[in-house]
């Protein structure tokens, strides 16, 4: 049973709330919109508030349900490792031509799962970096750093290991955006910004 439960992490992972949403909902195909990510953040951006919570919600959860399969089916496999197949298949999605979201929600949700604590930091901390920055982007990138830096506190090999990996797909998975901010063209999130 073992050698399967990556193959279900991933197909769990695939499932792209970003698409379901948009198409079911609001009758528009968010890959053509915005950044034409199926990420949470192109989902606020094109179809509003509610729809960008469901979204990052629901990638969110996949990746909490997926490393909980280890224990749900008593695998000797480590938790971590099977929820990095989630990630692995949200960002590269079976049913959405393995063109997914960049790995953000889907990773913090498996640390929810493994290392709660670690996930109610993270949360914080990508709240004040955007709050501070107003980059959603930058805000992932510090997020994954931090958490690379809390696992090298904790001991654990194997939590160092899978979330220094995340962390760096993160920062890949975001390369371009830090061009854009490099060069000043990176969209800024608008709801901090102060009602005239």
């Known amino acids: 049973m073992d ?4 193959i279900l992490a991933y197909i769990i992972g695939s499932i ?4 379901v949403v948009g198409k ?36 969110i959860l996949k990746g909490t349900f997926a490393a909980s399969l280890a ?7 480590h938790p971590l490792f099977v929820g990095l ?12 031509k393995f063109k997914g979201g960049k790995a953000v929600a ?3 949700g498996v640390l929810l799962f493994y290392e709660p604590l670690l996930f109610l930091t993270l949360l914080a901390c990508f709240f004040i ?5 107003k980059y ?3 805000s992932s990138m510090i997020a994954g750093i931090i958490a690379f830096i809390y696992t090298l506190f904790t001991g654990e090999l194997i939590l160092i290991i899978i979330v220094g990996f995340l962390a760096f797909f993160v920062i890949y998975r975001h390369r371009a955006n830090l061009g854009r901010i490099r060069q000043g063209t990176e969209p800024k999130v608008t709801f901090f910004s102060k009602k005239k």
């Open 16 to 19: 792209p709330f970003g698409l």
């Open 3 to 6: 050698y399967l439960l990556p």
């Open 24 to 59: 079911w909902g609001y009758g528009i195909d968010i890959r053509e919109h915005g950044s034409g990510n199926l990420g949470g953040t192109n989902s606020f951006r094109t179809l509003g508030v509610k729809a960008g919570i469901l979204v990052t919600l629901g990638d």
């Open 136 to 138: 959603v982007s930058l």
């Open 85 to 96: 197949f989630a990630v692995i298949g949200h960002t590269y999605p079976l049913f959405a």
């Open 129 to 133: 970096c955007l709050y501070i920055t």
């Open 106 to 108: 889907t990773s913090a």
């Open 71 to 77: 224990v749900l089916f008593h695998s000797g496999l």
